[in-house]
């Protein structure tokens, strides 16, 4: 499978955000459907996770501002980030896992700056 991620780019601080990864097939036999950032000079982090039934995580830095869905019609999967922080300022990646799968996609880049 290929996962595309699309919708970053430039936002003030306090401002949203809604990121897409479309993939090149079906994601419903993922177990999970994540998304991770990497800031520049830091190691990459799992930023949220949303499972085959639903069920999702988050890291602490975003729960309650950041919001992961998936839509398995579309086979797309989605990352709303609302009252963005200048520490949000990342390259976001998606990444679908399942037995014997690790995909990644190419990142998109959200700056957060006024």
């Known amino acids: 499978v290929q996962l595309q991620a699309s919708g970053g780019g430039l936002v003030q601080p306090g401002g949203s955000l809604r990121l897409s990864c479309a993939a090149s097939?079906?994601?419903?036999?993922?177990?999970?459907m994540s998304w991770y950032r990497q800031a520049p000079g830091k190691q990459r982090e799992l930023v949220a996770t949303?499972?085959?039934?639903?069920?999702?995580v988050y890291a602490g830095s975003v729960k309650d501002r950041f919001a992961i869905s998936r839509d398995n019609a579309k086979d797309t999967v989605y990352l709303q980030m609302n009252s963005l922080k200048p520490e949000d300022t990342a390259v976001y990646y998606c990444?679908?896992?399942?037995?014997?799968?690790?995909?990644w996609g190419e990142g998109t880049l959200v700056t957060v700056s006024s």
């Open positions: 949303i499972t085959s039934s639903g069920s999702t």
């Open positions: 097939g079906s994601i419903f036999s993922f177990n999970t």
């Open positions: 990444n679908a896992k399942r037995i014997g799968v690790n995909a």
